[in-house]
């Protein structure tokens, strides 16, 4: 994450005082120091020194162990979730004319291996480069981006199949034109909407960044998905992936590690701080995220320069950013259950009656509970969470002014986020009857962890010295699980979590069946 700084978190479950996740003043006995970076650049970030794992920059440095002539293939679910998916990759050089966009697809591979795959309901754009100069002083990653030019972007989705399928897939063509041109992946669709005959599970990670930590992330989530009788179907990144930072080539590089994973698992993503990006020529933002990826958005994308809140002090994160429609924020239901993604940087308009206030009333008033009882939203900035860092930053607060209401008023059931590097897990917000929040900001990013926390009447568990994921499980229509299980760590014994709702199917109100957590 860059920006803001704030918050922390001991516990307290039933009135009881608690550490939950380690001993001693961080949470685990253990000295950090925090020091401030890049002061003189558009937001801040932090790193700290942490004794075990005797923590350098060197030694957590990014690894680029990727394949230079890697395409960066992503996929997601397209409109409607159930039937279509986009797939998108990286081909071409901007200097050159663009590569033609050619996705082939069949349920054989065999169709795939000769050539034989179907175009069938295939619409691409038209592919298109960025260019990008950046506004810091001094990242993180040097040199900055002066001029970049990325690759040629290619979209295309795929309309008409079947749920509940595996297809095979290729893209391309490579610049010499050859064809077929990429490894022969492979996805599943969504399940029909209202379809709970088997638990469904989904994957949700964040603040991923790209040391070993982050590829250990990637390789848990990859590991379960790819496990027989799973039940992982798609999964989340709750902002904050590549860590650019100012220096573009590593969403290039950030696209070719996550490919093993995105081109057979549909990831969705967001916007955290750290793809704001603004550009030092245009003040433009989020340029990176909008060319590279598509989220099964249906509003017409709406951007401006980014301007600057004049009367807020915090110049960190006083941003004044237009970023509506396209894919800042997007629904979609499979099974029993919908997902509603915000963007918790759209700030310049967050009045009650605003675009994004209105897309997401409009898209919770419009469900129906009986066919999809379960709502979970995810967005990158948390309302709730006890870590010192983080704290009253200005557009949390203003999402949280216009959001919370409609979460509570069409009873949201948890609401997920990253930005802090920790994990940590409330009660119902208001206690018996509103969402349970969950923070899994923990994904493996360069800036390491975060692990002082504060005492709350609100916090179940918290844990800030571990890497890691989660899953929703979705049971049935009155039982959801949430499960967040630490990367294996050489060092200390891997931790986990976990809390079940059960729903009233009368009142639609849940209970939580295990408050300490720990079904496992």
Same mark, same amino acid.
């Given at each position: @994450? ?138 993180? @990653? ?91 179907? @798609? ?103 919908? @997902? ?181």
């Amino acid at each position: @994450f860059l920006a803001g700084l704030g918050g922390g978190t001991l516990c307290f479950v039933f009135g009881a005082p608690f550490y939950r996740g380690g001993e001693g003043e961080d949470g685990d006995g253990l000295s950090r120091k925090l020091r401030r970076v890049d002061a003189d650049g558009p937001y801040v970030g932090y790193y700290e020194t942490n004794r075990r794992f005797s923590t350098t920059r060197r030694t957590l440095a990014e690894s680029y162990d990727t394949d230079k002539n890697g395409m960066q293939i992503h996929i997601a679910y397209g409109v409607p979730a159930t039937s279509s998916v986009v797939v998108s990759w990286a081909n071409g050089d901007s200097k050159g004319p663009a590569p033609a966009s050619t996705v082939k697809y069949s349920e054989s591979l065999k169709d795939i291996q000769n050539g034989k795959g179907s175009s069938a309901g295939v619409t691409c754009e038209k592919p298109a480069f960025y260019e990008y100069t950046s506004a810091f002083k001094a990242p993180p @990653f040097r040199p900055a981006s002066v001029g970049y030019k990325s690759p040629f972007m290619h979209h295309c989705t795929i309309k008409g199949l079947k749920t509940s399928t595996k297809y095979f897939y290729q893209v391309g063509p490579y610049p010499s034109g050859k064809t077929p041109p990429s490894t022969a992946y492979s996805f599943h669709t969504a399940r029909p909407v209202g379809d709970g005959s088997r638990p469904m599970e989904v994957a949700i990670a964040g603040d991923l960044g790209q040391t070993t930590f982050s590829e250990a992330t990637r390789d848990a989530i990859m590991d379960t998905f790819q496990n027989k009788g799973n039940n992982l179907e @798609f999964g989340f990144i709750v902002g904050d992936m590549s860590y650019a930072d100012g220096q573009n080539t590593r969403w290039d590089s950030f696209g070719n590690k996550m490919e093993s994973l995105m081109a057979r698992f549909p990831m969705h993503v967001m916007v955290g701080n750290h793809e704001i990006e603004l550009d030092k020529k245009t003040n433009d933002t989020f340029v990176p995220y909008r060319f590279r990826y598509r989220m099964p958005g249906t509003l017409k994308e709406v951007t401006a320069p980014m301007k600057i809140f004049p009367t807020f002090e915090d110049k960190y994160t006083n941003f004044d950013l237009t970023y509506e429609g396209g894919s800042s924020y997007y629904s979609f239901s499979a099974g029993l259950a919908h @997902f509603v993604v915000i963007n918790s940087y759209d700030t310049h308009d967050t009045k009650k009656g605003s675009p994004q206030y209105t897309f997401v009333e409009n898209d919770l008033k419009g469900l129906d509970r009986k066919v999809t009882p379960w709502v979970f939203v995810l967005m990158h900035c948390p309302f709730y969470q006890s870590n010192r860092i983080h704290q009253d930053e200005h557009n949390t607060e203003l999402t949280k002014a216009w959001a919370e209401g409609l979460f509570l008023k069409y009873g949201v059931d948890m609401v997920f986020a990253g930005h802090v590097h920790a994990y940590q897990r409330t009660t119902q917000v208001p206690m018996g009857t509103g969402p349970v929040y969950i923070t899994v900001g923990d994904g493996g990013n360069h800036e390491e962890l975060y692990n002082k926390f504060e005492p709350t009447s609100w916090n179940a568990y918290h844990d800030g010295s571990h890497y890691g994921s989660g899953k929703i499980r979705v049971l049935s229509s009155t039982e959801a699980e949430w499960v967040w299980r630490a990367n294996p760590d050489p060092v200390r014994k891997g931790a986990q979590d976990s809390v079940k709702l059960l729903k009233n199917p009368k009142t639609g109100k849940n209970k939580i069946s295990n408050p300490y957590g720990a079904l496992y």
